[in-house]
């Protein structure tokens, strides 16, 4: 059973800071890892992928990466209230194909 | 460049009936994937299209199928409704269908079964 695994959270953080977000995959064969944020009542909204290990940045945001560690990382800087929201971590299924697995997902609360 | 549409928006049966989403993705997307999104179990992938034809299946009963035109848009199909069906129904398309294409989410389907 190919699993992702997130803490539910919620994961509260004051507005500027940095908000780290953790994910964990099962399956050594992923080959692609995607971040969507979810506002509640919305569809899912890709802010980031990565493929490769090491970090990757984007804006705000930084994707990071360790295939060895089979764990990817999500992190905001100077996080603002309105990235509250619901963070899901995707994997491909490591098919051929588009099939995702996802993560429970994480809350993120930011204060102002 | 319009994005991937879902129609409709919000549907409410009864247990027994049966129901048709449609989804059609973003132009030049040719792979459509359906995902099931619930409290509980949170986004399920329930199937992948790419020209035309299924590649993917997750673990669903035979209750829900679909299919995928020629022109890329694609519908699914849940027969003999139960209650446990109610749920948020995603679509989602990518450009080509490989493992590295990024996937890109509609609005989504509300199916309430009563």
């Known amino acids: 059973q190919k699993e992702v695994e997130q803490n539910s959270g919620p994961l509260s953080v004051p507005e500027g800071a940095i908000a780290s977000l953790n994910c964990t995959y099962s399956?050594?064969?992923?080959?692609?890892f995607f971040w969507y944020r979810q506002y509640s009542g919305k569809s899912p909204e890709l802010i980031m992928f990565?493929?490769?290990?090491g970090d990757k940045e984007d804006g705000r945001f930084t994707a990071q990466l360790n295939k060895a560690s089979q764990y990817v990382s999500l992190l905001i800087r100077d996080s603002q209230p309105s990235d509250s929201a619901t963070y899901l971590c995707?994997?491909?299924?490591?098919?051929?194909?588009?099939?995702?697995?996802f993560g429970k997902g994480t809350t993120l609360s930011v204060s102002s | 460049k319009a994005g991937v549409t879902q129609t409709p928006r919000y549907l409410i049966k009864t247990r027994g009936q049966q129901v048709t989403l449609s989804c059609s993705p973003i132009?030049?997307?040719?792979?459509v994937s359906w995902y099931q999104q619930t409290p509980g179990q949170g986004l399920q992938f329930l199937f992948e299209?790419?020209?035309?034809?299924?590649?993917n299946k997750g673990n669903f009963p035979g209750r829900f199928s679909g299919r995928q035109f020629s022109n890329s848009r694609s519908e699914m199909n849940v027969s003999t409704l139960e209650l446990g069906d109610s749920a948020l129904y995603l679509c989602?398309?990518?450009?080509?269908?490989?493992?590295?294409?990024?996937?890109?989410f509609g609005p989504g389907t509300r199916l309430t079964v009563l």
């Open positions: 989602a398309s990518s450009l080509v269908g490989t493992n590295y294409n990024e996937q890109f």
């Open positions: 299209y790419f020209s035309e034809t299924q590649r």
């Open positions: 995707a994997v491909n299924g490591g098919q051929a194909g588009t099939a995702l697995i």
């Open positions: 399956d050594r064969g992923s080959q692609s």
């Open positions: 132009s030049g997307h040719r792979s």
């Open positions: 990565i493929y490769s290990n």
